[in-house]
């Protein structure tokens, strides 16, 4: 039997889990931006978002460093895969390189 506080811990691990998957940040936002954890990972997961957002930019304007912004990318989904890693595990810890500078996001 699964009890309401059951329920909510996990739905708390899938908003965490979506922050971290790109443009689906959106719906962690909205639905639980309140629960500190959430928002925890939110503030890191935009970090990696607007990370992919500059790549895609600066790759269609110059297209012939291709190879360093791939390397780039590789990068941040090792990054959001540590991140989700974190939310299975419950924890709170700042994803290496990026996690400072989540906390200058207000949200």
Same mark, same amino acid.
């Given at each position: ?7 909510? +811990? ?42 992919? /957002?500059? /790549? ?32 299975? +595990? ?7 390189? /990026?996690?400072?500078?989540?906390? +200058?996001?207000?949200?």
């Amino acid at each position: 039997m699964e009890t309401p506080q059951n329920s909510a +811990h996990r739905d708390n691990k899938l908003m965490g889990i979506l922050a971290y998957l790109g443009p689906l940040i959106i719906v962690s936002y909205l639905v639980a931006k309140d629960d500190p954890f959430v928002k925890f990972h939110i503030k890191q997961g935009f970090v990696l978002f607007v990370i992919e /957002v500059a /790549v895609w930019f600066i790759g269609n304007m110059f297209w012939q460093i291709w190879m360093i912004l791939s390397v780039v990318n590789i990068a941040v989904i090792v990054l959001s895969i540590i991140g989700i890693l974190n939310v299975v +595990h419950g924890e709170e810890k700042e994803l290496p390189i /990026v996690g400072k500078y989540s906390s +200058h996001f207000p949200i």
